[in-house]
């Protein structure tokens, strides 16, 4: 059986947080022991009707604003859509990036209830230098808060065949893999966050990704959370057909607890029940409340680590060389650790608290009309009546942020009026182009051109 002894040494000597490896061992020996990750459905059954935050009517209760961080994750470098500095950096709208509004969340909260709110981050190494200074330059009195940083682990790639560490002569960076973002609760323990927070005070914890501007913190959710003593709570929404290759929650059969079930975790076979909206109704939007204590009473309880399952992905060390050795990344997803927790509970949320930018699609209808800003969030344009545009930006040419700059070098297009766009090959847009109802543009040709100024509706070839 595969030892997990050259693997220990091997994060020891890049002196990786005990609690880290403990819970990168445990994800090891889940797939030494023959674990393949996969939730069948036949273990499962539908996740049961859940609370919706709209219909909360209790009095919001401020005094729990002062046991309450916010937390982002901010590890992410943006690599899917071409970028090589923290994603979190990218200007969203206007000269706003994602860091900007954020930090305007925190500020305008702290003077609303006359208290500071805590906020942390949780960075990479390839997100840290970046992120720190730009809050030196543009938010200095949070860049001089304590605790504002804590660092994400990495964890070595693993030979598909060996499972020993495995190696990259060219690139030595390359038998590194980030953890997945379950590592939240090994890097706040092996850091010395976790504790710090409890001996401060701090009971509750508020998780979001960074690039969701939908998540903010807010004191009716945090309310509920605190009176209902929950251990854990997860926010999700209802999916729709745009949704059904994401993760999903479910309960267990054997003891009824909630559960996730990440894509990774569903085996061909299970595929049409796994995307069946109908069935499994509820997404993880990656918005996490956490008890803090009980968090603790876990990790202390599993000899300092939280045992969350394991996601297998296979890979190439070298991921520009298709041909370079074939390894696992072994992952974990903090969402999934709802069934560490006893009692653990779910709410359905709007959409608007979750907002993801993940493609150049989202991008552009983020930085444009058909989004306006209110409290430093993005809110859907009255004026779209309550649908946002259905974008589908040509995949091959618009995959990198880049691409999508050049094309909108001149402005953003107004997209306030429009029902769906699709742009096919090369284009160049600005400011003075109103997209209007459905609308498709094409070009064939191997150069740019541009989209005509003024309205411009229904299907538009523009390759002669």
Not at 315 to 333: G, H, I, N, Y
Request: proline share 4%.
């Amino acid at each position: 059986m595969p030892s997990f002894d050259s693997v220990r040494a091997k994060m020891e000597e890049e002196k990786i947080a005990p609690s880290a490896i403990a819970a990168f061992q445990s994800t090891f020996d889940s797939l030494v022991s023959g674990n393949t990750g996969m939730i069948a459905e036949s273990t499962i059954s539908p996740a049961p009707a859940l609370v919706s935050s709209e219909s909360f009517t209790s009095e919001k209760n401020t005094s729990v604003l002062s046991e309450t961080v916010v937390l982002k994750l901010n590890g992410g470098l943006g690599t899917g859509m071409g970028l090589d500095k923290a994603k979190s950096l990218l200007k969203v709208k206007g000269d706003d990036t994602f860091l900007d509004m954020t930090a305007k969340q925190i500020v305008d909260m702290r003077k609303e209830f006359g208290m500071k709110v805590k906020f942390m981050l949780m960075n990479s190494f390839s997100t840290s230098e970046d992120t720190l200074n730009f809050f030196k330059e543009n938010y200095p009195d949070i860049a001089g808060e304590e605790g504002l940083e804590m660092l994400q682990n990495k964890v070595p790639k693993l030979d598909e065949v060996t499972l020993e560490p495995a190696s990259c002569a060219s690139d030595t960076s390359n038998e590194w893999c980030p953890p997945g973002h379950g590592d939240l609760y090994a890097a706040l323990e092996g850091s010395g966050s976790l504790d710090a927070l409890l001996k401060d005070g701090y009971k509750y914890m508020f998780v979001s990704n960074s690039d969701n501007l939908g998540a903010s913190l807010d004191l009716d959710i945090l309310t509920y959370f605190a009176e209902t003593d929950a251990p854990f709570m997860m926010e999700c929404c209802e999916r729709t057909a745009n949704d059904k290759k994401g993760g999903h929650l479910a309960k267990r059969i054997s003891d009824g607890q909630l559960i996730l079930r990440e894509s990774a975790m569903c085996a061909d076979e299970d595929e049409d029940a796994f995307q069946d909206i109908t069935l499994h109704k509820y997404f993880n939007t990656n918005n996490l409340w956490i008890r803090l204590d009980k968090l603790k009473e876990i990790i202390n309880e599993n000899g300092g680590f939280i045992p969350l399952p394991m996601i297998k992905n296979k890979k190439t060390v070298d991921p520009k060389d298709d041909s370079s050795q074939k390894v696992f990344q072994l992952e974990t997803a903090m969402g999934a650790a709802i069934e560490c927790f006893k009692g653990a509970s779910a709410i359905v949320v709007p959409r608007t608290r979750f907002a993801p930018v993940k493609k150049c699609n989202d991008l552009l209808l983020l930085r444009s009309d058909a989004y306006i800003i209110e409290n430093n969030k993005p809110v859907l344009n009255p004026a779209c009546n309550g649908k946002a545009p259905v974008m589908a930006l040509d995949s091959k040419k618009y995959k990198l942020v880049g691409a999508l700059e050049e094309a909108t070098v001149g402005g953003i297009p107004s997209l306030v009026e429009c029902t769906s766009l699709k742009i096919s090959g090369l284009v160049t847009m600005t400011k003075c182009t109103k997209f209007v109802g459905d609308v498709e543009i094409v070009n064939t040709s191997s150069e740019a051109k541009a989209v005509p100024t003024g309205t411009v509706t229904g299907k538009l070839d523009l390759s002669n």
